[in-house]
Each structure stands twice: as C-alpha cells, then as structure tokens.
C-alpha cells in the first residue's frame, strides 16, 4: 500500500483521469473530493462490499432456482430425448 501525506486543497493523481483532493478535515474524518471520468466507479469501502454480498447471494440463488428448473422438466418428461 502506497501511504502518502497531503494537505487541505492538495490532490493525488491516479493514472491520467483520476483525481483525489483533500477537501476538509474535522476531527476524526477527512473530506475527499474525488474527479474521474463515468465509466470510473467510485465507491465507499463498505459499499462496494454490500453490493459484492448481494450479487454473490443473487448468483447462488439464481444457481438453485436453474437447479430446480432443471429438475422439474427432466420429472414432467421433457429433457428425454427419443
């Protein structure tokens, strides 16, 4: 992890379109005020988590429900082939 120091008003780059300045700091939180083109997603840590969580348990509930799916059309006959 690269660890650096800025100041109020003082910006990071990240690549060429991407750009972090520090906008406020208040006691124990630091504003950041953050530019990057719209295709750049930009999440707070424990977003981008939450979202992850939901997508994994959409994708295991999808998996089940094509499981069942499957299984009922082999019970009613049409998955033989002949």
């Known amino acids: 992890m690269l660890v650096l120091t ?16 520090v906008l406020a700091i208040r006691g124990g939180q630091v504003r950041l005020g953050l530019t990057a083109p719209p295709q750049v997603r930009i999440f707070r840590e424990e977003i981008f988590r939450t979202i992850e969580d ?26 033989k082939h002949g």
Request: no cysteine.
């Open 6 to 21: 800025r100041k109020i008003g003082e910006t990071i780059r990240i690549g060429d379109e991407v750009r972090v300045q």
């Open 54 to 79: 939901q997508n994994q348990r959409a994708r295991l509930v999808g998996e089940d429900r094509l499981a069942g799916a499957a299984e009922l059309w082999e019970e009613v006959g049409h998955g």
